[in-house]
C-alpha cells in the first residue's frame, strides 16, 4: 500500500513538471514514462538512484519536447503573418498624405536639414507653386505619392520657360529634398485621423530623381565707381546715409548692416565684430573689419544715450517687416542719382537687378584690392575663406587690416572723392591711422625709409 502510495507520488510529482513520470519495478529500477503526439513510451534508466533517474527521464524526453515547443512556434509565427497581412490591407485602405500638407510633414520632420524662418519661407514659396500648377494641370491628384515622374517632368520643362537655371535649380533641389524626406519617412503616426496631415505619405519612388539642375552663369552685381558713391553719398540723409556707409567700410551684407546693433562696434578698438548671418549656422564664423575714420566718425556723432540696440532702429523695423522695403529704398536712391540698376534677361525678360546694395560689397572688395590688399586680408575682412584662414590673419595681422580700411576713400560727404584730392588735414589723419596699426618691425622700417625721404629731398 505504503509502494503504491510512493508510485502514484512519483507519477504526479512527473506530470506536474512536464517531464514525464518515474516508476519504481520490483527490482528497484526506475522505469520512464511519457506521452507525445498521443502515444504512450515507456523505457528503463538503468538506475536505481532517483537522482541519476530523473536526468535520464529528462534526455529521453528532450526530443519530444524541443518538437512540441517547434510546433508551437510555428503556429504563432503563422498567426502573426497572419496579423501581419491585416495589418498591412488596414493600412492600405487608409488615405495616404494628401498633397496640401506634404510641405506641413517636411517642416514637422525632425530628419530634414535645419534651416532657419526665412529659408523655410521661401521653401514653402517654391512648393506652393508646385501645388498650384499640380492643382491647374493635375485635377485629380491629391495625394503626395500620386506625383509621378511625367509630372515632375511637366512642371520642370514648363518652370525653365520663365525662370533661369539658377532660379530652376533652387526649386528643383528643394522639392528633391522634400520628397525624400518623405520617403524616408515623416516621423509622425497614422492613427491620429483628426489629423489627416500625420498620415504616412507611403511614397516609394522620388519623382524628381532624374531630373538635373542646369548649368548656369551666375549674374553678379557690378562694382560702384568712386564717383557714383560720393553721387549717392551726397544724396543719402539720416539713417540711409549711414547704412550705405557701412556698406562702403566694412563689405558687410544688407542684413548684417541693417541689424547691427551698438554690442557689435567697438569705438575704443576702433572695430566691427559680426557673425554674418549667412555663414552663421555653417561656420559661425566671426568677422572683424576696423572701422574707417569716416565711418568712425559718423558713429561718434550719435549721442550716447542712443547706442544702444540697433545702429538704425528705423531701417531695422522695416527690414524685420520685409527686406525689400529697404532694398527698395535703396534701390530708388541709386535711381534718383542716375545709376541704372537693372536690366532685362533676354530669355525670361525678367528684369536682373545689375546694381544694389550689395554693390557695395564688391566696391570694398575691389577698393581693398587698389589699395595694395593682399588677396587673404580681403577675404579675412570679408568673410570668405575657410574659419583657420580667418583666424590666422585676424590674430596675426591686424596691422595690414588696419593699413587696408584706412586707405579706402573717403565717399561721404562732399559729392567728390577725398582721397582723389585730400587736404593736408585729411592726409595727415590716414598716415596717422596707418601709424597706428603698424607693428614694430613696421615702425622701424617706416623711420628709415622717411629718413631716407627726408635725405634725397635735401639732396634735391
Known amino acids: 500500500m505504503i509502494e503504491n502510495n510512493k508510485k502514484k507520488a512519483d507519477m504526479k510529482h512527473g506530470r506536474a513538471n512536464g517531464h514525464g513520470t518515474l516508476e519504481k519495478s520490483r527490482t528497484g529500477i526506475y522505469l520512464a514514462r511519457w506521452m507525445a503526439n498521443g502515444k504512450r513510451f515507456s523505457r528503463s534508466t538503468g538506475t536505481r538512484d532517483r537522482r541519476q533517474a530523473e536526468k535520464r527521464l529528462e534526455e529521453f524526453t528532450a526530443p519530444f519536447r524541443l518538437e512540441s515547443e517547434r510546433r508551437t512556434l510555428e503556429t504563432v509565427a503563422q498567426r502573426i503573418e497572419g496579423v501581419s497581412a491585416e495589418i498591412r490591407a488596414w493600412e492600405e485602405q487608409r488615405p495616404a498624405l494628401r498633397l496640401e500638407y506634404a510641405f506641413e510633414a517636411y517642416r514637422n520632420s525632425t530628419s530634414r536639414p535645419d534651416a532657419g524662418a526665412r529659408t523655410l519661407a521661401g521653401y514653402e514659396g517654391y512648393f506652393n507653386g508646385f501645388k498650384e500648377w499640380i492643382e491647374t494641370n493635375r485635377p485629380n491628384v491629391t495625394e503626395a505619392r500620386a506625383v509621378t515622374a511625367a509630372d515632375a517632368e511637366a512642371y520642370a520643362a514648363q518652370f525653365l520657360e520663365t525662370h533661369s537655371p539658377g532660379t530652376f535649380n533652387k526649386h528643383?533641389?528643394?522639392?528633391?529634398?522634400?520628397?525624400?524626406?518623405?520617403?524616408?519617412?515623416?516621423?509622425?503616426?497614422?492613427?491620429?485621423?483628426?489629423?489627416?496631415?500625420?498620415?504616412?505619405?507611403?511614397?516609394?519612388?522620388?519623382?524628381w530623381i532624374r531630373i538635373r539642375t542646369r548649368k548656369h552663369m551666375p549674374h553678379s552685381r557690378r562694382e560702384l565707381t568712386v564717383e557714383e558713391l560720393a553721387k549717392v553719398c551726397a544724396a543719402a540723409s539720416g539713417e540711409m546715409r549711414l547704412l550705405l556707409a557701412?556698406?562702403?567700410?566694412?563689405?558687410?551684407?544688407?542684413?548684417?548692416?541693417?541689424?547691427?546693433?551698438?554690442?557689435?562696434?567697438?569705438?575704443?578698438?576702433?572695430?566691427?565684430?559680426?557673425?554674418?548671418?549667412?555663414?552663421?549656422?555653417?561656420?559661425?564664423?566671426?568677422?572683424?573689419?576696423?572701422l574707417h575714420r569716416v565711418l568712425a566718425g559718423m558713429l561718434e556723432e550719435i549721442p550716447k544715450r542712443r547706442r544702444t540696440g540697433y545702429l538704425l532702429p528705423e531701417l531695422a523695423s522695416a527690414y524685420r517687416r520685409h527686406g525689400s522695403l529697404v532694398t527698395g529704398r535703396v534701390r530708388r536712391l541709386f535711381e534718383s542719382c542716375g545709376i541704372k540698376t537693372g536690366k532685362a534677361d533676354k530669355k525670361t525678360e525678367r528684369k536682373i537687378v545689375d546694381v544694389g546694395f550689395h554693390s557695395l560689397r564688391h566696391t570694398f572688395v575691389s577698393l581693398s584690392a587698389n589699395a595694395g590688399a593682399p588677396?587673404?586680408?580681403?577675404?579675412?575682412?570679408?568673410?570668405?575663406?575657410?574659419?583657420?584662414?580667418?583666424?590666422?590673419?585676424?590674430?596675426?595681422?591686424?596691422?595690414?587690416?588696419?593699413?587696408?580700411?584706412?586707405?579706402?576713400?573717403?565717399?561721404?560727404?562732399?559729392?567728390?572723392?577725398?582721397?582723389?584730392?585730400?587736404?593736408?588735414?585729411?592726409?595727415?589723419?590716414?598716415?596717422?591711422?596707418?601709424?597706428?596699426?603698424?607693428?614694430?618691425?613696421?615702425?622701424?622700417?617706416?623711420?628709415?625709409?622717411?629718413?631716407?625721404?627726408r635725405k634725397a629731398r635735401l639732396r634735391g
Open 172 to 207: 528643383l533641389t528643394f522639392l528633391k529634398c522634400l520628397w525624400r524626406e518623405l520617403i524616408d519617412g515623416d516621423d509622425t503616426r497614422a492613427e491620429d485621423a483628426d489629423r489627416p496631415e500625420r498620415l504616412k505619405a507611403k511614397i516609394v519612388d522620388n519623382p
Open 246 to 290: 557701412l556698406g562702403i567700410y566694412t563689405g558687410l551684407r544688407l542684413g548684417d548692416c541693417v541689424l547691427l546693433e551698438w554690442g557689435n562696434v567697438d569705438l575704443v578698438r576702433g572695430v566691427v565684430s559680426v557673425v554674418p548671418k549667412k555663414t552663421a549656422r555653417r561656420t559661425g564664423k566671426r568677422v572683424v573689419v576696423p
Open 375 to 453: 588677396m587673404a586680408v580681403v577675404q579675412s575682412l570679408v568673410g570668405h575663406g575657410s574659419p583657420a584662414m580667418t583666424r590666422h590673419y585676424f590674430h596675426e595681422s591686424e596691422g595690414a587690416l588696419r593699413k587696408v580700411v584706412a586707405a579706402l576713400p573717403d565717399v561721404s560727404a562732399d559729392g567728390s572723392a577725398k582721397s582723389a584730392k585730400a587736404t593736408g588735414e585729411d592726409r595727415l589723419a590716414d598716415f596717422r591711422a596707418m601709424v597706428d596699426a603698424m607693428s614694430g618691425e613696421d615702425l622701424e622700417l617706416a623711420a628709415k625709409y622717411l629718413a631716407k625721404v
